[in-house]
């Protein structure tokens, strides 16, 4: 019999790529999807008639346990928040409501519904914000430097909490930055990888950015999610950080991506206040040892081709759109 998984948050970037690696394992996937008018497709448009929608709220647990009940789901991925740190500060209530109790509500579904579902928590590196040591791992100390940051730690916690008190197979995946061509376009790899393109193809002449010098551990989305998998199938749940243990600055993100169409950076990138964090994470880079050793997990694709790869499809969008 076929596995069945509901995936919160299916149409933001990881959820797309979880539902393909998920249809290709042979599960029936269900994803749930808020009411709303604005909700955007476009990420599993190509899968859609192969997955089952359900509508849903993590801000109504009624809603999640009948969409536990409708999806008889064996595992749940939760990947739904407010996902984008610098909104946090402007809708730090809202942040809350959705990144933290969330996953409260979610966890208490699944207690009240089928306890023997495994359940995913999407943790994040922002959890170490103002880092305690370098690089960060399973055991380093959490020190949020935002709203974000805030909830994805009640998050986390409240997984753990749910682990130890109920005997629920409830796990932890503490991803660092993950990237790839379907990542917004209000986060800064995607900001550089979209204006290189549209400044290649003369339909802009600069970028404005904010601190060059923040430095993170950037990854391939399509990689990690296959790491969130690999977590559910362990006999004992338990937390990861999955990274790929490099760091590089957002200057040198701008260098590559540039330099990709023969560019120099120095003539297009200007720096602009608006764009600074009001508590600012400075360094971000982690340690996946222990998700290569107990999952034989390990990154595929490294930071470079990462970044000439959304470049191209970026080109590529572009250029359908100019017909």
């Not at 739904?80 to 500060?89: H, K």
């Not at 409260?104 to 999407?122: C, E, G, S």
């Not at 993170?216 to 999955?242: I, K, N, S, T």
Request: glycine letters at 8%; charged letters at 20%; proline letters at 3%.
């Amino acid at each position: 019999m076929a596995k069945h998984a509901l995936i919160t948050g299916i149409t933001g970037q990881d959820g797309s790529y979880l539902a393909e690696f998920l249809l290709e394992q042979g599960y029936e996937v269900f994803g749930l999807v808020r009411r709303t008018s604005t909700e955007n497709f476009t990420r599993i448009h190509h899968i859609q008639d192969r997955i089952t929608l359900i509508s849903g709220d993590v801000l109504d647990q009624t809603s999640l346990m009948s969409a536990l009940e409708q999806s008889e789901a064996t595992e749940v991925y939760n990947l739904a928040a407010q996902s984008f740190v610098q909104t946090s500060w402007q809708q730090p209530v809202f942040t809350g409501d959705v990144t933290a109790l969330g996953v409260t509500r979610l966890l208490d579904a699944i207690r009240k519904v089928n306890p023997a579902i495994r359940f995913y928590q999407a943790s994040s590196s922002e959890m170490f914000g103002k880092v305690r040591e370098v690089p960060q791992r399973e055991s380093t100390p959490f020190y949020p430097r935002s709203p974000y940051g805030v909830a994805k730690v009640y998050g986390h916690w409240i997984t753990v909490n749910y682990r130890e008190s109920y005997g629920m197979h409830t796990t932890s995946g503490i991803l660092f930055n993950h990237e790839s061509p379907r990542r917004g376009l209000e986060f800064v790899t995607r900001k550089v990888t979209h204006a290189v393109a549209r400044i290649k193809l003369g339909l802009a002449d600069a970028v404005w950015l904010g601190n060059l010098d923040s430095r993170r551990d950037w990854g391939f989305a399509g990689d990690y999610v296959r790491a969130m998998w690999m977590m559910l199938q362990q006999d004992e749940p338990d937390d990861y950080v999955v990274a790929t243990g490099e760091t590089h600055s957002v200057q040198e993100l701008v260098e590559v991506a540039f330099g990709h169409v023969g560019l120099d950076w120095h003539d297009f990138v200007r720096q602009d206040q608006r764009y600074m964090r009001p508590a600012e994470v400075d360094l971000l880079v982690g340690d996946a040892s222990k998700a290569g050793h107990v999952l034989g997990w390990e990154p595929n694709v490294l930071f470079k081709e990462l970044i000439q790869m959304m470049v191209d499809a970026d080109v590529e969008l572009l250029r359908g759109d100019m017909g």
